[in-house]
């Protein structure tokens, strides 16, 4: 498989205006093995729908690169050093999908 480095594919989705924190993980896939989620927390007042952040990212990223799928929430998990705990989004994530 291809590479895709999660922090390339943040930085897209920070330009987007109604992204005000965001996350992408690798989640299973019984298909591909591994799938990019984009895990999004939107800014108070905005709003976004899923298809419309993947199309965004379809026109600034490689095809590969884009997330399948978004998962929205208020606000993304933090530790004490304020990094993202991609680990519990994977672990949630995966939870989910069975």
Not at 18 to 28: N, R
């Amino acid at each position: 498989g291809l590479n895709v480095y999660p922090r390339e594919v943040e930085e897209v989705l920070y330009t987007h205006p109604a992204v005000q924190d965001a996350a992408v993980v690798g989640a299973h896939d019984p298909l591909r093995g591994e799938e990019v989620v984009a895990v999004v927390a939107l800014k108070p007042g905005h709003e976004a729908r899923g298809r419309e952040l993947i199309a965004y990212c379809r026109e600034r990223l490689a095809n590969y690169k884009v997330p399948r799928r978004v998962v929205f929430r208020d606000a993304l998990p933090r530790g004490g050093t304020g990094k993202v705990l991609k680990r519990l989004l994977r672990k949630e994530l995966d939870m989910a999908d069975g």
